[in-house]
């Protein structure tokens, strides 16, 4: 089976660094995605980890640790619209994905 | 041109009733998928067909029953809604990579 544990909200202002972490525990492990959900939007992939270390994709990276089960986002130059939630997903066989519960950043000015 | 598009955005019925959400993906994918998401926002897979064949099937009661008339379509039918069945549902595809593209999701409410 899988869990993902994530921390549920934080605030932060404009211009900051955020880190949202993520550990799992997973029978099948071929790695962790990040997605964005705006309220009321869809999930929309950022990133994806397979091995481990960071990606960097622009104001956004991830990084994973297999041996330890972990993975953050840091979410760096914070902006208004970065205001969603965030969740991490294992990809397990057949590409099956199982989300964690995501956790809600705010932004504020 | 939407890659993946859902119909109905939002549905509206009464316990007991039968409904049923369609999923379109203009992708070329040859892997689609079913999520719900409950009210505190967990998205839990339901279903996965690849290529019009049902590949992963979770435990979902048997009052959903998923169907896939071609790879670029998969469509979702309830019966008997019950208070519990409303949430978000949202269709997927993928490539066979890791990137799943979500469409925009059905607002199912049931009164």
């Known amino acids: 089976g899988q869990s993902l544990e994530q921390p549920s909200e934080v605030t932060a202002v404009e211009g900051a660094i955020v880190q949202i972490n993520c550990t799992y525990q997973t029978s099948g492990f071929y790695g962790l995605s990040w997605y964005q959900q705006h309220d009321g939007g869809a999930p929309t992939f950022l990133s994806y980890?397979?091995?481990?270390g960071l990606e960097e994709t622009g104001r956004f990276s991830s990084f994973l640790s297999r041996s330890d089960s972990y993975g953050y986002l840091l979410l760096q130059e914070l902006q208004m619209k970065d205001s969603a939630s965030y969740f991490c997903a294992v990809r397990g066989g057949n590409n099956r994905l199982a989300f964690g519960k995501g956790n809600q950043v705010v932004v504020i000015p | 041109d939407t890659a993946v598009s859902q119909t109905p955005k939002y549905l509206v019925t009464q316990m007991g009733n039968d409904k049923s959400i369609k999923c379109e993906q203009n992708?070329?994918?040859?892997?689609m998928y079913w999520y719900k998401q409950d009210s505190k926002k967990f998205l839990k897979i339901m279903f996965s067909?690849?290529?019009?064949?049902?590949?992963i099937n979770e435990t979902v009661p048997n009052r959903f029953s998923p169907k896939s008339p071609d790879k670029a379509h998969l469509n979702l039918h309830i019966n008997s809604l019950e208070l519990g069945d409303s949430a978000v549902y949202f269709c997927?595809?993928?490539?066979?990579?890791?990137?799943?593209?979500f469409g925009p999701g059905t607002r199912l409410t049931v009164t």
């Open positions: 067909y690849n290529n019009k064949e049902l590949i």
């Open positions: 980890n397979a091995l481990d």
């Open positions: 997927a595809s993928g490539g066979g990579s890791y990137e799943q593209y």
């Open positions: 992708l070329g994918h040859d892997t």
